[in-house]
DNA sequence: GCCGTTTTCGGCCCGACTGTTTTCAGTCG
């Protein structure tokens, strides 16, 4: 069984875990971090590029971790990380996972106390045995164990879906009870990455202190953390962490840039600001003394040297060496889209009928939307059979010509059985105007027949659009084991597109298959998959995860206008 | 451990907050 790229990139966390505790040279920890970071962010199968000899090609693989990637791929474990397994005992670095507790703390436990779980930190810590070790007193005692605590009951990230909405919400009762100028969420909320570790907010103000008060005493706010002048720090009712930070208004742009990070992308950004012979910090771009940057995130890229750089595509992938080069993508925008490509009605699992959605997407200023219902196969889902779809497109032709300033297209979300047939008569299908196919059963095929199973589907030429291709949701049910590299090329090659559904529980393509899949020169549709009018708006999710996946509004086909559209339809 | 049209050695991003401290270490992002 060969590595994965996630794999090996968890063999090189692990190991830098493990140095942390031995306290070694951060900076060689860091190292690491990054190499792991990049094997993760790779856009082909790592074991292909050992194969042709480019490992040290990488940024950030250099001999020695080249070395041991091929180790791994070769022998499938890595003997320098059994010998750092070996010399720390294990329990150790587990400690580490609680907020509070960093390499030194969870080293000077175990040396002084013998202590190599989280339970026996706890056991401890209640026994108010920590209290008496050096640097420590009842405050870091009482802290560990609200860490400990929290660790707990939420350790997990929160879904963007659940973030962002929440984020919005204080936004706007901080608005209501504090004298704010500016707000806005950074970190990777304003990133629109898939998962949420912490809120950001940043904020400037002429009363700092009235705005963290404000902060602090909403009700959604469980424990305050840290509270100062700049920053305060707060665990929420629903479990996640929430910073705001207040600034000058003149150190906003630079403060925004920072606090939205990433952590990666910053960092090579100070590198290339340190060798032009300036200082960035979340205060400004600065020469000396003097402050030549800060005011927008625009002036603080173009004083490196550098056009503004979108925060969907700061992590560090390539987007700073695609800047420098005047080489990045003009990303595609909400305004772009000219229509919703996946949703349903009343006929199966919908709550509106096919005109209230059609309404509702001329009030998006979509020119059109497709319907597609869900087919007979799904009984949960009160899927239609072959008659049903027929009726059904009867209804849209009377719809369309009663309707003026949006066209509705009948289609269907037609099911792939576990054997990679469709659960519709072809005949059927080629009545439509478009055919998405998905999976929606059998998830746990093993490998091989799950990718022959979608392949299949791709093969037939009614099929236009792959839904929600990897069938993953996000923190409740990993993607089907399917070969990403296969599905994509088979795509290509039968130019099938694929779906970006914007549904922020799924985010399926991924925004790394997005890029992997338009460096093959792949077509993607960005879907909402509503069930409710409402659920509409969620098309800033999959644009959002497209622009993550450097997609520009040509790789795109609901961009297209009806003609052209239809035109793809039938190129198969 | 990585990296280099200033360098193959000597750097490596930068600051806030807290607690236990008499000036700073640890943690976090």
Redesign the pocket.
């Known amino acids: 069984m060969p590595m994965s790229n996630a794999q090996i990139a968890q063999v090189f966390y692990r190991?830098a875990e493990l140095l942390?505790i031995k306290g070694e040279?951060?900076?060689?920890?860091?190292?690491?971090e990054?190499?792991a970071l990049v094997i993760e962010s790779l856009t082909e199968p790592i074991e292909k590029i050992y194969r042709e000899g480019r490992l040290?090609e990488?940024?950030?693989?250099?001999?020695?971790?080249?070395?041991?990637i091929s180790e791994l791929i070769e022998t499938g474990k890595l003997s320098?990380l059994e010998e750092l397994e070996a010399s720390i005992p294990a329990g150790v670095v587990e400690l580490?996972k609680?907020?509070?507790?960093?390499?030194?703390?969870?080293?000077?436990v175990y040396k002084e106390l013998g202590i190599k779980s989280i339970e026996e930190l706890e056991e401890a810590a209640r026994a108010g045995k920590l209290?008496n070790l050096?640097?420590?007193?009842?405050?870091?005692?009482?802290?560990i164990l609200k860490?400990i605590e929290r660790l707990k009951r939420f350790s997990e990230r929160v879904p963007l879906g659940i973030a962002l909405p929440f984020a919005r919400q204080v936004v706007e009762w901080l608005k209501e009870r504090a004298p704010i100028d500016k707000i806005e969420p950074a970190?990777s909320l304003r990133r629109w990455k898939e998962t949420i570790?912490?809120i950001?907010i940043l904020v400037t103000s002429t009363e700092p202190m009235q705005v963290?008060d404000a902060f602090v005493s909403l009700p959604i706010v469980r424990e305050?953390?840290?509270?100062?002048?700049?920053?305060?720090?707060v665990v929420t009712e629903m479990g996640i962490?929430m910073?705001v930070?207040?600034v000058e208004p003149d150190c906003f742009g630079a403060a925004l840039q920072?606090?939205t990070?990433s952590?990666d992308h910053?960092?090579?950004?100070?590198?290339i600001?340190?060798?032009m012979?300036?200082?960035?910090?979340?205060?400004g771009v600065?020469r000396g003394d003097e402050k030549i940057a800060g005011v927008t995130e625009e002036e603080v890229y173009n004083s490196l040297g550098l056009p503004f750089i979108p925060p969907e595509l700061r992590e560090d992938r390539g987007e700073i060496e695609a800047a420098a080069e005047g080489k990045l993508p003009h990303l595609i925008e909400l305004k772009d889209l000219k229509g919703d490509l996946h949703v349903h009605t009343k006929h199966s699992d919908g709550n509106f009928t096919i005109e209230e959605m059609a309404l509702a997407a001329k009030q998006l200023g979509y020119e059109y939307i497709g319907i597609a219902d869900h087919t007979k196969g799904l009984g949960v889902a009160a899927g239609q059979d072959e008659q049903e779809i027929l009726q059904q497109k009867e209804e849209i032709e009377r719809l369309n010509e009663k309707m003026e300033g949006i066209t509705i297209l009948a289609g269907v979300e037609v099911n792939i059985r576990m054997d990679g047939t469709l659960d519709i008569d072809e005949e059927v299908l080629d009545q439509l105007d478009f055919v998405i196919a998905s999976v929606h059963s059998a998830f746990k095929q093993p490998k091989e027949v799950m990718t022959e199973r979608i392949c299949q589907a791709m093969e037939r030429e009614v099929v236009d659009i792959i839904g929600h291709p990897t069938g993953r949701l996000i923190g409740k049910r990993d993607a089907y084991e399917v070969d990403t590299e296969i599905l994509l090329d088979t795509a290509v090659r039968t130019k099938t597109i694929l779906e970006i559904n914007a549904f922020p529980d799924r985010l399926d393509l991924p925004d790394t298959l997005c890029r992997a899949g338009k460096g093959k020169g792949l077509k993607f549709a960005i879907n909402t998959d509503a069930h409710s009018i409402d659920q509409l708006n969620l098309i800033e999710y999959g644009v959002a995860t497209a622009r993550r996946g450097w997609l520009e509004k040509e790789d795109v086909v609901n961009c297209l206008p009806l003609e052209e559209l239809l035109k793809v339809f039938r190129r198969k």
């Open positions: 190991i942390q040279n951060p900076y060689r920890i860091r190292a690491y990054k190499a040290t990488i940024p950030g693989i250099g001999q020695s971790i080249a070395e041991k320098y580490l609680v907020p509070e507790v960093g390499p030194k703390t969870a080293w000077l209290r050096p640097g420590m007193g009842p405050k870091s005692e009482e802290n860490g970190g570790g912490d950001d963290m305050v953390l840290a509270k100062g002048e700049t920053k305060t720090s962490q910073d930070r207040v920072y606090f990070g952590k910053n960092i090579h950004l100070r590198r600001a340190q060798d012979g300036l200082k960035i910090s979340e205060y600065f």
